[in-house]
């Protein structure tokens, strides 16, 4: 869960929340929390500084274990998918070899 009022440093909560264990999650829609979890599929989305809805979607979850089960299962694949170790260490190197690139020509060109 990533709480009601929760900005910034949220996004950077949810990896850790979902991957290991394939939790539900519930969170506010505040900053970057939309762009990760698609309200219903990957986690249940309620809005800022309302904790009736936390409470309600929470609720929901120890309710309905199939949906509970469904969203862990979603969260862990879109975690895996967008954010593991190995892609953010690609996309890195991609960074570094570029700007090394970019280097060896602009070099090449004044040389």
């Known amino acids: ?31 970057g929390i939309p762009e990760v979890i698609e309200d219903g599929v990957s986690g249940l989305l309620v809005p800022p500084h309302d904790p009736k809805a936390l409470a309600g979607a929470i ?8 949906l509970a089960d469904m969203i862990g299962r979603a969260g862990h694949d879109v975690v895996h998918e967008r954010f593991c170790i190995g892609l953010m260490v690609r996309a890195v190197e991609r960074i570094y070899d570029d700007g090394a690139r970019t280097v060896r020509i602009s070099g090449a060109l004044t040389s």
């Open 1 to 31: 869960m990533v709480g009601s009022g929760s900005t910034g440093s949220a996004t950077r909560s949810l990896s850790p929340a979902t991957s290991p264990l394939s939790r539900p999650v519930v969170a506010s829609r505040v900053g």
């Open 59 to 66: 609720i929901r979850l120890l309710k309905d274990h199939p």
